[in-house]
């Protein structure tokens, strides 16, 4: 459903956020390392996100990554996935096909629109914060 790129930028972006609550940056190796990415593919995926205005970068040698703390509860997973991927989650075929709409559906178009639909939901009611939060009592990961 997300590319590979959007996949790591939602867990960077976690990963970012609950450092962030604990007022700690950062840094680009640190971060690749907790969401098993390499750090080139890193790099840039963090780079859309800082384009995009939902992670801040701090250069120096106290420099790093971060979040404002106060905007950890306003960032929606809708935002990252759209930085990253932009609308195609939206948009996009469920078999990926290039042509797929109401007049030529592929065989599971239907089926999908309701699908696409109810992740639209999640992915803008679900907070960053909310996501984070799991992570402090063990009932969430960022790597397997």
Wanted: proline letters at 2%.
């Amino acid at each position: 459903m997300f590319s590979k790129a959007c996949e790591y930028g939602i867990k960077a972006t976690i990963y970012i956020a609950h450092q962030s609550l604990e007022s700690n940056r950062v840094s680009l190796k640190g971060i690749a390392e907790e969401i098993n990415s390499p750090e080139a593919f890193t790099a840039k995926i963090l780079q859309q996100l800082v384009k995009n205005n939902i992670i801040d970068s701090v250069k120096g040698a106290m420099g790093g990554f971060q979040i404002d703390k106060d905007e950890i509860s306003k960032i929606k997973l809708s935002q990252i996935v759209y930085a990253i991927d932009g609308n195609k989650v939206y948009t996009g075929c469920g078999l990926g096909l290039h042509t797929c709409n109401d007049k030529k559906p592929c065989p599971v178009h239907d089926n999908f629109i309701s699908i696409r639909n109810d992740l639209k939901k999640m992915l803008e009611t679900t907070s960053l914060l909310t996501m984070t939060k799991g992570l402090d009592v063990g009932l969430t990961y960022l790597k397997r």
